[in-house]
């Protein structure tokens, strides 16, 4: 049964190079902050990140993962507080919790955790899902 405090089961995602490259063939995005290590390191990061849209689209998984489909989410958003840095050679986690915070009817809204080596890189997730 799902009520307010239910804590969701958490999935892990792996992410890594290879995964970067495939997004940016796939999205159009090849700003080499994704891709050059040099670069993404010229430009003040630490390393080369994880295309912010990449994030949200696998956060926006574990939702519709949960919800039973696409159609069931109404509501999804969330603000980047911190980059997914994939090293080369790795693969990093990001990984996904949420808890019901508020049910309305069939409105389950629920707050988002998403973290990647223990570092929040999502604030203020939220969904609100039909259930």
């Not at 919800?67 to 999804?76: I, T």
């Amino acid at each position: 049964m799902i009520e307010v405090g239910t804590v969701l089961e958490e999935h892990t995602f792996y992410l890594d190079r290879a995964m970067l490259k495939a997004y940016a063939e796939a999205s159009g995005d090849h700003n080499p902050i994704h891709q050059n290590e040099e670069f993404a390191v010229s430009v003040g990061l630490p390393n080369v990140i994880a295309h912010g849209m990449l994030t949200m689209a696998l956060v926006g998984k574990y939702v519709t993962d949960w919800a039973g489909g696409s159609a069931a989410v109404k509501e999804f958003s969330a603000r980047f507080v911190k980059p997914v840095i994939v090293p080369a050679d790795q693969k990093v986690d990001l990984t996904v919790s949420a808890t019901v915070s508020e049910i309305d009817g069939e409105r389950v809204s629920i707050t988002l955790s998403a973290t990647s080596v223990g570092i929040k890189v999502l604030g203020m997730a939220k969904a609100v899902v039909v259930k």
